[in-house]
C-alpha cells in the first residue's frame, strides 16, 4: 500500500486562512452505544447517506478500465452536517470516488475528530483509513470544520485539521479535506480546491464561468451577447484573461475573478487573441494580426509598453502555451503547411530558435504542456474526427486518449495528473476530465447547452 | 466601426467593515488573524441574476463578515449594453452619390483564403464605392465553418478578411479605410453539419463602418 503515515507537513494554504493542525485526542471517547460491529457491517455496504441539503450529483463516474490499485477510505458523515446544510462528507465522497485513486466505505454516523475509533475493526472491513470530523458554527456565524484521518493498518492519527470559514466556503472547506486526505495518502497533491473556467452557450448568450472540479459551486464571471472564448488563468489564479467579441472584433480583456475588474490588454488592428501567462505572471502572449497574418507577441500584463515579436513567419502562427520554466513557448503554425505544433525559445529580445514538436497527422493543434513539462496534449485530426492525444516530450509516439471525434481545448491540471478538455455528445458539448491513461474518465454534465474551452486554475485560491 | 479601447469605469464597491471585531470573538480558537481577504468585492451595475449560489445555510445569529475566497464578481455585458445608448451595429449608409453594391458576402472554398473570379465583380463595386468617397470605411469580416479549432480558424477568418481587403486596396481603395477582423467558427450564418451549411459558413461579410 501506498500510505503515507507520519504527521508530515500539509498542504500549503493562504498564509490568511484561519486553519490549524488538531492535536491527538485527549479523551478516551468510546464508539456511540448503538454502533456494534453488525451495524457496522450493514452500514458498509450501503451508500453514504447525503444530507437534506446535497446537491443530486450532476456528475457520473465513468471507470472505463480495469481499477487501479484504489486505496479503501471509511468515511463517516461529519458531525452537524445536516443541521449546517452543507453535505460535506458527500462532497469528499465524490472527490475522492473522482480522481480513481480510492474507494469509498460508507461509516454510519456517529464519529468525529474526537473520536477513538476502533481501527482494528475498520482494517478488518477491508479499510486502510478512516475519515471523521465536524461542523461547528462559531458566534460571528464563521464554521469551523473539523476533520480527522486515521491509519487504520497502523492503528495511528495521520491528520487533524481546523478550518475556519464563512458558509459561502464550505464546499471550499470539503475540497480542502479532500486535497489533504489525497495527498497524505497517495503523496500527491489532489486538485479539488482548484477551479475550473469554462465557456458557456446559451442560445445568442455566452458565459464565463468559474466552477469547482465537481461540476458545482459555478459562479459567472462574465455574460455577453457576443462569443467568449480562450479563457487563461494567471499563475496566481486571481485573473483570467480571454477573448471577447463584443465590440465586434477578437479584443483580449484581463478581469479580476474576486472583483470583476475588467481592462483591455490587446486591441490592435484585426484580431487579437489566444492569451498565455508567463510562469510569474508578468507578461502574456499574444496572438495579433497587425501586421498581417497571426503572429505570436509578448505584451506586458501591467499593459503598457509596445508588443515584442516573438515569431517571424509569413504563415499563421497561434495557440501558445508557455513551458512551466518559462524557457519556451509551444504554438501552433502552418508554416509548413497544415497546423502542427512547434516551440520556440523565449529570449531576452524577443524570440529564438524555433523546433517542431509534432510530426503525425496533418492536423495538430491546441496544445497543452504537463506542469513537469514531459507531457504535450492536443488535438489530433483522424479521419474526420477531432482527437485529444497525448505524447511524451521529447519525442514520444503519440498516445489517443479517446474515442471521442469532436475533442477540443485539453487543460492540465496543476498537480499533472488529469486533462479537462470539451467534447461533443448528442445533446451539446460536454466537458470531461481524463486521468494520463484515458482510463478514468469523467463527465460534468451540462443542461444541453454548449460547454467548451476549458481551462484548469493553478493551486491555490 | 471603432472599437472601444478605454477603460471601463470602475463599478460600485461595497465597502468591508473592519474585519478586526471578528478576531476579538471567544468562539474563535485560532489567534491568528481572520481568513477573508483584503479585497472589497464589487457589484455589478446589472441587475441580471448570478448563477444559482451555493446551498442556503441557515441565518445565523450572527451574520459572518467578509469576502468569502470563493467569490467571482459578475460582470453582465447584456444589460449594461441595454442600459446605454443605443448604437447601431452597420448604419445604413444614405443617399450614397453612388449606390453600393446589395452582394456583400464573398464565400470561400474549404481551407482556402483565395478570392474566386465569381467575386471579383461585388469587390470591384465596392471598391468604386469606397474610392470615389475617402470618407467612408468598411469592416471587412471573416469567418470559417466550424470544422477545426476555434483559434485556428479565428486567424484563417483574418486571412480570408485580408485577403478581401489586399483586393480592394489593389484597386484603388486607402487602407486607412478598411479594417479586416475575424469571428472565426464563432458567428455562423447557417447551422448544421454538412456542407451545404458549411459553405455558407467559409465568408467574408463587408460591412460598412
Not at chain 1, 468559474?210 to 499563475?235: F, K, N, R, V, Y
Not at chain 1, 492525444?389 to 498537480?415: H, I, K, V, Y
Request: hydrophobic share 40%.
Amino acid at each position: 500500500m501506498r500510505l503515507v503515515t507520519g504527521l508530515a507537513g500539509v498542504a500549503a494554504y493562504n498564509p490568511g486562512d484561519v486553519m490549524h493542525a488538531l492535536p491527538p485526542p485527549q479523551h478516551n471517547h468510546g464508539p456511540p452505544a448503538a454502533w456494534n460491529r453488525r451495524h457496522w457491517l450493514q452500514a458498509s455496504g450501503a451508500a453514504l447517506a447525503l444530507g437534506p441539503a446535497a446537491a443530486l450529483a450532476q456528475l457520473r463516474v465513468e471507470i472505463t478500465g480495469v481499477g487501479a490499485t484504489q486505496i479503501p477510505v471509511a468515511l463517516a458523515p461529519f458531525r452537524d452536517e445536516p443541521a449546517i446544510g452543507t453535505a460535506l462528507s458527500a462532497i469528499i465522497k465524490a472527490n475522492l470516488e473522482r480522481s480513481g485513486a480510492f474507494r469509498i466505505i460508507g461509516v454510519p454516523p456517529g464519529l468525529d475528530e474526537r473520536s477513538t475509533p476502533d481501527l482494528p475493526a475498520f482494517r478488518g472491513q477491508g479499510a486502510d483509513a478512516l475519515v471523521a470530523g465536524s461542523l461547528t458554527r462559531l458566534a460571528d456565524g464563521r464554521i469551523d470544520v473539523r476533520m480527522r484521518l486515521w491509519d487504520a493498518v497502523r492503528g495511528t492519527d495521520l491528520l487533524g485539521q481546523s478550518n475556519v470559514v464563512l458558509p459561502a466556503d464550505l464546499r471550499l472547506a470539503a475540497h480542502r479535506i479532500s486535497d489533504q486526505i489525497h495527498e497524505k495518502l497517495t503523496g500527491e497533491r489532489g486538485v479539488f480546491a482548484t477551479r475550473i473556467a469554462y465557456v458557456l452557450r446559451t442560445g445568442r448568450r455566452f458565459t464565463l464561468h468559474i466552477t469547482d472540479p465537481d461540476g458545482e459551486g459555478g459562479q459567472i464571471a462574465l455574460a455577453s451577447p457576443e462569443p467568449i472564448i480562450s479563457p487563461a488563468w494567471s499563475p496566481d489564479g486571481k485573473r483570467l484573461a480571454y477573448v471577447s467579441f463584443e465590440t465586434q472584433k477578437a479584443v483580449v480583456w484581463v478581469q479580476d475573478v474576486a472583483t470583476g475588474a475588467r481592462r483591455v490588454l490587446a486591441d490592435f488592428r484585426g484580431s487579437n487573441s489566444a492569451p498565455a501567462w508567463s510562469p510569474d505572471g508578468r507578461r502574456l502572449v499574444v496572438t495579433l494580426s497587425r501586421d498581417g497574418p497571426a503572429q505570436l507577441h509578448l505584451i506586458n500584463a501591467e499593459g503598457g509598453g509596445a508588443p515584442q515579436r516573438l515569431t517571424t513567419s509569413g504563415a499563421i502562427d497561434t495557440e501558445a502555451v508557455w513551458s512551466a520554466d518559462g524557457a519556451f513557448v509551444y504554438f501552433v503554425s502552418d508554416r509548413g503547411g497544415g497546423p502542427q505544433v512547434y516551440r520556440v525559445a523565449v529570449g531576452a529580445s524577443g524570440g529564438g530558435a524555433v523546433e517542431r514538436i509534432t510530426f503525425q497527422g496533418d492536423y495538430n493543434i491546441s496544445p497543452a504542456i504537463s506542469p513537469d513539462g514531459r507531457q504535450l496534449a492536443y488535438v489530433s485530426r483522424q479521419g474526420g474526427a477531432f482527437r485529444l492525444m497525448l505524447q511524451e516530450l521529447p519525442g514520444g509516439t503519440p498516445l489517443a486518449l479517446t474515442d471521442t471525434r469532436d475533442d477540443e481545448s485539453p487543460s492540465f491540471a496543476p498537480n499533472g495528473r488529469l486533462i479537462v478538455y470539451a467534447t461533443r455528445q448528442p445533446g451539446g458539448d460536454v466537458l470531461m476530465t481524463t486521468t494520463l491513461d484515458g482510463k478514468i474518465k469523467t463527465r460534468l454534465l451540462s443542461s444541453g447547452a454548449d460547454m467548451r474551452e476549458p481551462a484548469w486554475g493553478p493551486f491555490g485560491r | 466601426m471603432k472599437p472601444t479601447t478605454a477603460l471601463l469605469s470602475p463599478h460600485r464597491s461595497a465597502l468591508l467593515g473592519p474585519l478586526a471585531a471578528l478576531a476579538l470573538l471567544a468562539g474563535c480558537a485560532s489567534p491568528s488573524p481572520v481568513a477573508p481577504t483584503a479585497a472589497a468585492p464589487v457589484q455589478t451595475a446589472a441587475a441580471t441574476p448570478v448563477a444559482a449560489a451555493p446551498a442556503p445555510t441557515p441565518a445565523p445569529a450572527a451574520a459572518a463578515t467578509g469576502t468569502a475566497q470563493s467569490s467571482v464578481s459578475t460582470v453582465d455585458l447584456a444589460a449594461r449594453n441595454a442600459a446605454a445608448s443605443t448604437r447601431s451595429a452597420a448604419p445604413v449608409a444614405a443617399a450614397a452619390m453612388l449606390a453600393a453594391p446589395t452582394q456583400r458576402t464573398v464565400y470561400f472554398d474549404f481551407d482556402s483564403f483565395a478570392i474566386k473570379s465569381d467575386f471579383q465583380s461585388l469587390i470591384e463595386g465596392h471598391a468604386r464605392v469606397l474610392a470615389r468617397d475617402t470618407g467612408k470605411g468598411m469592416v471587412i469580416e471573416g469567418h470559417t465553418d466550424e470544422r477545426g479549432g476555434r483559434e485556428y480558424n479565428l486567424a484563417l477568418g483574418q486571412k480570408r478578411a485580408e485577403a478581401v481587403v489586399r483586393s480592394l486596396v489593389l484597386l484603388g481603395v486607402a487602407e486607412r479605410q478598411l479594417e479586416a477582423v475575424s469571428f472565426g467558427e464563432e458567428r455562423p450564418a447557417a447551422q448544421g453539419g454538412d456542407e451545404t451549411a458549411w459553405s455558407r459558413n467559409r465568408r467574408a461579410e463587408l460591412k460598412d463602418r
